[in-house]
Nanobody, 121 residues
Framework: QVQLVESGGGLVQAGGSLSLSCAASGTIFRTNVMAWYRQTPGKQRELVATITRRSSTNYADSVKGRFTISRDNAKNTVYLQMNNLRPEDTGIYYC???????????????WGQGTQVTVSS
């Protein structure tokens, strides 16, 4: 089985920075596309950024120029560097990934438990 564990969340003042990490564990053959989502109470879950295995990236308009997604394929880990944070960035950040396990012919989607990011004004 696969487990995704996020880390790096916390409280930061507006204009500050945080760096999130998400490490996948299990008998992993290959990690395919990885992504970060965020969710606030009463709001729909939002796709923040995605990154392919070859590091092609895509970002939500609201975070372009401020957030950077990256990955380490050898470590099955995805990162999210968040700069110039705003109060509206507050939420629970989840990582997600399509992961192919050893002995299986295709990947499946997995989600982490989430990490809280709070930006104060």
């Amino acid at each position: 089985q696969v487990q995704l564990v996020e880390s790096g969340g916390g409280l930061v003042q507006a204009g500050g920075s945080l760096s999130l990490s998400c490490a996948a564990s299990g008998t992993i053959f290959r990690t395919n596309v990885m992504a970060w989502y965020r969710q606030t109470p009463g709001k729909q879950r939002e796709l923040v950024a995605t990154i392919t295995r070859r590091s092609s990236t895509n970002y939500a308009d609201s975070v372009k120029g401020r957030f950077t997604i990256s990955r380490d394929n050898a470590k099955n880990t995805v990162y999210l560097q968040m700069n110039n944070l705003r109060p509206e960035d507050t939420g629970i950040y989840y990582c997600a990934a399509n992961i192919q396990l050893m002995g299986r012919s295709r990947g499946d989607d997995y989600w982490g438990q989430g990490t809280q990011v709070t930006v104060s004004s």
